[in-house]
């Protein structure tokens, strides 16, 4: 069972650090969807090591919550491109002290 | 065959019982956000948006006495002494004092909020938030828009699902739920954020860092979810707290699991290290929208960090109060200091905000719940007093920069404040008042809430705590009164500010934020008693 509770800490530490390191919003983006995925990977593998459902139901709540993020990300995401035809994070520092 | 043999197997489900009394305010305002959605769909467009903004305070109005007759009709807990309430929904949702309580608070920022959303004034006519927002900003479509006076009626919607997500995210007693409902509040928060009419590129790249931000702070939040689910094989508040009591599983992963949901909701409420959004968003968004925010988000965040922290690792407090106190003094530190080099009124509340989470926090980590036949104030009631009075005047203060105005719309930039008092002296003076609030000044509601919190720390044996708490707000007011010597004292620069005249929408809400934030400072007593009333968390 430890198993994949470690496949789901790396698969959530590759995640994390894609956000920190990639500059472009739609990897940023999918890597947060990464990360996601990977504390799913946790609920059930939890779920089942302690012979409950919850955990498996929680993974079909998180990817409801996961879609409804999309929409929204997805929309910010492709406004500012209209503008700025770009999708690089470094790129919106108009908001600076 | 085999689906008969499927079914004698399966154990027949219940049917869940939901308590409708109970739980009315919450679908009050989510049935009004979906009514809302359908009245976009069906409505002309000539009178919509004042369709909404009536379908939208009404809702909030009829919520918010639901919740007074709820929170009178409170059942006290036998086993103990404080406690009020029940839990309802199967355990979903936890329906107590402190709950109703912030129930009551953030439909009274929700309503302020709406009025400053429906007004229209301002803006030749329109509101204040883009016509149409698929439009890229400075194109001809958005010239069209604007000859068209088209105006985003979905923001009242959109608004009223983030606060059925606040006041659930307040009251949640599972884990679960408290992930959905901190999606239900973040979301519409994100698409509101970008709506802005004036500086709409500012208004984009706002909802964008709030969106990766806020996406990651809450992937965090949901891992350490899942970590408390794998230490205690359940969701549930008071489950997790036996686990945790007993010391059953592994120390590593309840440990993780504190530090991941303590990121996650620190996020939300803007405490150092996790603070770097706030003046972006704050000063990108729509002003009413940051208003909203500013109030509801924080107070929202507080109750639920409150309630994971007292209920479910209240065994463990040990581990985490270290943390929390460095935290707190941290971000008081910072907030404070890095308040005096802005030169924006919008970031300079930002960080106003950051530092009022510090005080907050201090008042927390005295984890202070009162003993029998004393009145002295305990730490969740000291937090829902500061959080009514932070959230009034703050609500008050962003009412006040929607109205100092140029050319380009709002006019944020410190130095074309100066001189406010001589050109309108009534603007200026309510804006005043709200720093000396903020400053802690006696006389004024952010006194009494300052001097909750630490009281609450001092009872939690947290003396030294106080003491710094006490000498960062002295540099706090240092800044707030530069606010007031600049608007009062200093003769403007050029042409001045000028003041639009708004309609009595924003004059209702400054006038509220006013009588507010005064009257409780001169009788705090009545909301007071009514926060330690509220009692503790029930289990």
Redesign the interface.
Known sequence: MSEY?TL?MIL?TI??VG?LVRRN?II??MC?EL??N??NL??V??SR??G?L??Q??AF??MV?AA??VV??L???I??Y??RRTTS?DD????K? | MRASLMSAELPPIPAPEIEYSLLAPLMIIAGAAIVGVLVEAFWPRTTRFAAQTVLACAAIVAALADTVWVYTDLDRIESSLTARGQIAAEGAVSVDGPGVFAWGILLVFGLLSMLLFAERRLDGGLSAFTGR??D???SAAEADAVKRRLEHSEVFPLALFALVGMMLFATANDL?TM??AL?VLS?PL??LC?LARRR???S??????Y??LG??SS?FF??G???A??YS???ELSAIDTAVTSRTGSETMLLASIALMAVGLLFKIGAAPFHTWT??VY??APTPVTAFMAAGTKAAAFMALLRVFFVAFGGSSWDWRPTIVAIAVITMFLGAV?SI??T?VK?MLAYSSIAHAGFLLVGFVGVYAGVAGSDRVTSVSSVLFYLAVYGLSSIGAFAVVTLVRDSGGETTHLSKWAGLGKTSPVLAGSFAVFMLSFAGIPLTGGFIGKWGVFSAAYSGGFWWLVVIGVLVSALAAYFYVRVIVLMFFTDPVGEGPTVAVPSVLTTVVIGVAVVGTVGLGIIPGPLLDLAQHAGAFVR
Do not use: C, W
């Open positions: 509770i789901s959530f995640g994390a956000v919003a940023v983006f947060v990360m996601l990977a504390t946790a609920f593998s939890f090591q302690h409950n919850d955990g139901l929680a709540f998180v919550v409804a993020e929204i990300g929309a910010i995401i406004s500012i209209r503008t994070v919106a520092s108009l908001l002290s | 927002a698929a890229a900003p400075g679960l992930f959905v999606e979301l994100y698409i970008g709409r590129l500012l984009q790249e706002a909802a964008l860092k969106f990766l996406a990651f992937v949901l891992y979810i899942a970590l689910y794998g094989g359940s969701f003046p972006d000063q990108g890095v080099s802005q924006d970031r």
